[in-house]
Structure formats: structure tokens, C-alpha cells
């Protein structure tokens, strides 16, 4: 979520209390503010509508809706309507899956 694939590939933590440790002592030095931003507003508007689609309990419908189908809808269609650069999204993305 903070964009430090690359440098956790390099460093390699094994176990969970290294990897929190490389998380404390690089998330705010080596962070990458537009994943950050990214992951963390997608989060954010999970839970929302998560918490929303209580209001519409007595439509059916709305409440069956995925909330993960809306934002992986929104944020595809959020780089043709928005300042976001293609290129370096696609870029994110690849990065995201490196070693996978």
C-alpha cells in the first residue's frame, strides 16, 4: 500500500516482526505518494460504501452490489476523466505485481 516493493525485494525481510520493522523504518523515508494515495482512497471509499449500503437495506438491490465491483469499475474508468498519467499508472500497476 505504500509502494515499497522494490525496496522490500531488496532488503528481504523474512519474518513478520522484521517485515513490520522494515515497514516502521522505510514507510516514511521511501514511501511512494501516489500509490499511497491511491490504495488508501480505495480503502477509504470500501469502507464507506460499505457502511452506506446499510441505509438502503429495503432495496434489494443496492444492497447486493458488490462494494469491491464499484471501486475496481470507478478506478478504471477514473484515468481516461482524470489528471492521472496512463503510462505511469500501467507503471504502478506492473510494479505491483513483480515477483508474483
Known sequence: MFGLTELEYAINPQTTLEKFIFLVENVFKH???TTTFISFGALLVLVII???KNF???WWWI???????IV?????GMPQNS???IARLADLIKQ?????
Open 31 to 33: 514511501f511512494h505518494r
Open 72 to 76: 475496481v469499475v470507478v478506478s478504471t
Open 56 to 58: 438502503f437495506k429495503k
Open 96 to 100: 505491483s505485481f513483480v515477483k508474483y
Open 50 to 52: 460499505r457502511a452506506g
Open 63 to 69: 444492497y447486493r452490489i458488490p462494494e469491491v465491483l
Open 83 to 85: 489528471i492521472y498519467d
